[in-house]
């Protein structure tokens, strides 16, 4: 989906739409999520609590979340045109939080 919508004119709009909704509609049981920046130069929040995480860990095999975060990289990785992906850190990989960005091309 995320590489359809990078090749449309406003393709940024609709990748930070669709994580918006993630972090604070139906999904947000999943998670504790913080918007750090949402401006012209781009999308940046936090989680500091992932249900994925968590039940990994609690049924111990807290490695296997990496392969939840790996999959961000599958999906948001694709955006080059209009954004990019960074992620800072995550829970899964020693992070405190997972802290991630969609940066507005221009």
């Not at 995320?2 to 918006?20: E, F, M, R, W």
């Not at 750090?36 to 860990?57: A, N, V």
């Not at 392969?67 to 694709?78: I, K």
Request: hydrophobic residues 35%; charged residues 30%; neutral net charge.
């Amino acid at each position: 989906m995320y590489k359809i919508a990078d090749v449309l004119p406003n393709g940024y709009n609709i990748v930070v739409n669709s994580l918006k909704d993630d972090l604070n509609g139906a999904k947000a049981i999943c998670w504790k999520a913080k918007v750090l920046k949402d401006d012209d130069e781009g999308f940046s929040y936090e989680i500091s609590k992932c249900l994925y995480f968590d039940t990994c860990k609690e049924h111990g095999y807290p490695e296997f979340c990496k392969e939840f975060c790996t999959h961000d990289w599958y999906a948001y990785g694709v955006l080059k045109k209009h954004s990019k992906f960074v992620r800072k850190s995550t829970i899964a990989e020693d992070g405190t939080v997972c802290n991630d960005t969609i940066l507005k091309l221009k």
